[in-house]
Each structure stands twice: as C-alpha cells, then as structure tokens.
C-alpha cells in the first residue's frame, strides 16, 4: 500500500510524464494552437489538435516542466485566467467542428498574483466551468499528477473523470490545508492522509468515475504502457458517448456533478 | 479588525443576547473601522448597518439583509431541510458546526428562499460570513443549486448575495465540487434565458468567486468589498511584496471590468426590483 503522502511525492515527482508526453504518446499529427485571443498565450497550458486513432480531437492539458528552466517558462503549471480562457477557445472550437475534448490535468493550482487578479482569475475559472456543463460534445478529463484546487476543475467539468493511480486530486495542497486547519504547514503529511485526495477515495466518494492503472512504482517507470492503458480508456470512454444522444450526454453530465455530496 | 475587538469585550452581553448575536454590531456603542467615530448601534442599524459618519458598509447577517432586501414577511425559506455533512469525518468538525448554530443561531452560511422585491417576486439566495466565514461546503452548495433550480422552475430571476472566505476546507473535495455543480446548474439557468443578478459583499473570495459569484448576467458590488480569487495575504507571500491599497475592491474590479456596478446599500433594493422589471417578458 501507498500511503497519500507517498502519492503526492509520486504525483510531483519531476521524471512524472507531463501533458505533453501523453499527448505526444497517445496521439499522432499533434497540431499546438496558441492563445487566448485576448491577452496572450499561457504556456502552463497546452492545447490543440491531434488525431486518436486517425479521429480528430481536441486535447488541452496543463503543463509543468521537467527541469528549472522549462518551469519556469510554463509558471510550474499554474496557469493564468489566459491559460482557462485559450482553454476555452479550444473546446468551443471542438464543439463547432464536432470533436470530442480530452483534458490531462496537472496542477499545483491557479496562479495566484496580481495580474491573476488583474485579469479575472475568478471569472475564468467559473466560466470555463459553466460552459463545459453545455458543451455538446464528449469530455474525457483525466488527473495524471497534481489536480489541486480550482485550477484544476478548471478543466475539470467532464463526462467522464478518470485518475491516474497515483494522481491526488484536492481543495488545496496539504501544505496549505495543514497550514489553514491545523496552523502547522509542516503537518502535510498528516493532512494529506485526513484530506480523501487519492484515486481509490475520490473513487468512493464519486467524485472520479475511474482510476487508470499505473506501471510498478510509478508512471515514470514506463510511459508507453501507461500511455497505452490511457488511450484504450479514452478510445472506450468516446465511444461509449457517442451512443448517447447529445441531450442524454449533457443529462448525464450534469447528474454527475449534482449529486456529489 | 475593530468590529471583533468589540465582539470580545461584550462577550458576556453576547451569551444573553443569543438572538442578536448574529449580527456584526453588538454592544450599544461601536468604533467604525474605517473613520474611528464612535457610533451608537441603533443609528448604524437604521442606517442600513452603514456607518452615518463616513459610509463604510458594515458586514451583514443574512437575516438582516433579508430584511434590507425582502418585502416585508415575504421571505419563504428553503432549503431548510439540507444540512453539514461531514464526508471527511474530520476531526471535531460536526462538533464545531453544532456549537457554532447554538451560538449563532445560524443554521448554516446561506439563506434561501423566494420572496417579493417591492413587489416583484424572485429566488433570493444571501450567504452569512458570521457562520464559518461564509465558507461554502456540500451544505451551500447544495441550497444555493436548489435556488438554481426553483428558480428555474417557477421561472423566476435569481439574485444572489455573496459573501464567502472560499471553500470549506473541512469538506475536502467535495467543497471543492459544489464550484461545478453551482455551475452546471447556471449553465442550466442560462440555457432558460433567465435572469441572474449576482451581489458581490465584503468578502468574497475563493470558491465562490471562481463559480456562482462571477456567473451574474449583471454582477453588482457593495462598495468597498473586497474581491478576488485568491487571499490577499497568499499574493502577497507569492508575490513577495505587498500590494497596493485598493487592490482587490469593489472599484478595482469596476476599473477592470469585472463588475458592472457599485450600489449604494441604501440603494440596493430599488436598483434589484428595476432590474427585475426590465427583464420582464412583455
Ligand atoms: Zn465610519
């Protein structure tokens, strides 16, 4: 058994696939697409389109770097309003040209300074959410590190909400609800056992319809049968969708998130 | 904050006066936190809980809002029968809930309900800040998606008063859903053509400015308030330096355009009821 402290290690870990090695190892002909077309491109946001088994789609993830330099550039995966708002403009793009959205999440949460601020941290993050409750077509997101905070719902709001094995997905760090609830940033280990942030109880609690295996150890160790076992979920999970009718999927879809707790 | 200081040294009036102690003013006299004037209670509480001498908006119990908002003995409650739960079993947490309703007399951090704005009927949702600072857990989350969904049913605008610290954190995850189940359910609402009016009060921060709070079809702010996703205090340690006064306010957010009105309080049930006749299908 690994205990929630060691999956928040796992889940941060720098070797970890990011976003851009599951989309460059479950898709082929990966098209990038930049900006928001209103302040500019955040590149702790990835996004565009890419072919799943020669189906178009659209896949959007969020971005941390493997070395300094690269997170630095990408603000170590804490996106801006920008990053949600090109986010947007790439699944609204899907829903005209009819392809369904893949989300990988990775987050240590929405970056919070001043121009954040500035720009509508807030309203970005509600408005993506509010329009992927009504977009008419299917959403797959997926947890592969670090899904914290309203930086990850962000791009959180899907059909189907799958974990990787050792992804967390929280309110907060348990750095920061250990230093809220228990005046102590230093007991985050205790907190992330108290928090539910692991697959299996976030799977118990329905908050995530699925957990995807990883190999032994960790994602690291082996990307391309990880990458594997994502894109049987993902191929599975559109087709089963695509049974529905639109107005059965956006029910469904809706249902989901209303009943948790 | 001068307004808790003033809640401890009447701490004693404050056990007798359990009815009242909701309320952000206690005591008969109170230092205004903003020009330092001493004031006498019942001239704030009848000048809309707003300080006569330099206008600073004190912070409001929703029963006292309610009041300010609602036409007198319209106010028909729901939402009554959802409760705190507890999906993390954590430590103390229920016990904390139940001793703060004994003393608050609060039942949780939102009222609910439908009532009439002189005279024009609407679902009319007000957040407490006094119970866990507004917090929103499965609780709020569930009442205000209950508003939502009445006023979708009735067909009747929706207006929503916030004040929140954020998420419950004692809820884990699921607080953290209540962000998408609100709004999905305002993507419903929107989807009717329906009008949402969203109030923003000092504070609102967290949770509940990155889903229902930003979600308004017309967004209105008391002055003053403070508003923002994240804490002022967590910029500040990011950022590494402080930030400069006014950031934040309800006239910063006007400034960049994420508001589209400062009301007065004195003002704000006329200002809600014109709104609600301009929406009115002719
Ligand atoms: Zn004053």
Redesign the interface.
């Known amino acids: 058994m690994i205990s929630a402290w060691e999956k928040v290690s796992l889940a941060r870990m720098a070797e970890r696939p990011k976003s851009l090695d599951y989309i460059n190892e479950i898709f082929t002909d990966f098209i990038e697409l930049h900006g928001d077309r209103n302040f500019g491109d955040d590149k702790s946001i990835v996004g565009g389109i890419a072919k799943l088994d020669g189906m178009p789609v659209t896949v959007i993830g969020e971005q941390k770097g493997k070395k300094a330099k690269e997170n630095m550039e990408r603000n170590f995966g804490m996106p801006n309003p920008e990053g949600y708002r090109k986010a947007l403009r790439l699944m609204k793009q899907a829903e005209k040209f009819k392809r369904p959205i893949i989300t990988f999440i990775d987050t240590p949460g929405?970056?919070?300074?001043?121009g954040?601020?500035?720009?509508?941290?807030?309203?970005a993050?509600?408005?993506n959410?509010?329009?992927m409750?009504?977009l008419k077509v299917p959403i797959i997101c997926i947890v592969i590190g670090e899904g914290s905070?309203?930086g990850a719902?962000?791009i959180?709001?899907g059909d189907k909400v799958a974990m990787l094995e050792n992804a967390v997905?929280?309110?907060?760090s348990p750095e920061g609800?250990a230093s809220?609830?228990y005046k102590d940033a230093s007991k985050a280990k205790d907190a992330a056992e108290?928090?539910?942030?692991t697959a299996q109880d976030?799977k118990d609690?329905n908050?995530i319809d699925d957990i995807i295996e990883e190999p032994e150890g960790g994602a690291q160790n082996d990307l391309s049968s990880i990458a594997n076992n994502l894109k049987k979920y993902i191929i599975k999970s559109i087709e089963e969708l695509n049974k529905l009718s639109v107005e059965e999927m956006l029910q469904n879809?809706?249902e989901k998130?209303?009943k948790?707790? | 904050m001068v307004i808790d200081k003033v809640k401890k040294v009447n701490k004693v009036e404050e056990r007798v006066k359990n009815e009242k102690a909701s309320d952000m003013l206690i005591g008969k006299w109170v230092k205004c936190d903003n020009c330092k004037e001493i004031l006498y209670k019942d001239d704030v509480h009848k000048n809309y809980s707003i300080c006569p001498n330099c206008g600073k908006h004190f912070r409001l119990s929703a029963r006292r809002r309610i009041k300010q908002i609602a036409d007198e003995e319209s106010f028909q409650e729901i939402g009554t029968e959802i409760h705190t739960k507890d999906p993390l079993k954590f430590d103390g947490y229920l016990k904390k809930v139940e001793a703060l309703k004994e003393k608050t007399k609060i039942e949780e951090a939102v009222k609910c309900g439908i009532c009439k704005i002189n005279g024009e009927e609407a679902v009319l949702a007000v957040m407490d800040g006094n119970f866990m600072m507004g917090s929103m857990g499965s609780c709020v989350g569930e009442r205000i998606t209950l508003a939502i969904e009445t006023s979708i049913e009735k067909r009747l605008p929706l207006i929503i008063f916030c004040v929140s610290g954020g998420a419950r954190m004692q809820e884990g995850i699921i607080s953290l859903m209540q962000m998408a189940k609100t709004s999905a359910a305002l993507a419903k609402h929107n989807e009717e053509g329906l009008l949402y009016i969203s109030v923003l009060t000092d504070p609102t921060t967290g949770g509940v400015t990155a889903s229902f709070a930003s979600l308004g079809d017309i967004i209105l702010a008391e002055p003053d308030a403070l508003i923002g996703f994240a804490g002022p205090r967590v910029i500040e340690q990011t950022i590494k330096q402080k930030l400069p006064e006014g950031f934040q306010k309800s006239e910063f957010l006007l400034e960049h355009g994420f508001i589209d009105k400062i009301v007065d309080r004195r003002d704000m049930k006329n200002v809600l009821a014109e709104l609600i006749k301009l929406h009115k299908k002719i």
């Open positions: 929405a970056y919070p300074g001043m954040a601020e500035e720009r509508g941290q807030g309203e993050i509600a408005r959410m509010l329009e409750a009504n905070s309203g719902l962000a959180g709001l997905y929280s309110i907060l609800f809220i609830l108290n928090m539910k942030i976030l609690l908050v879809r809706y998130f209303r948790i707790g």
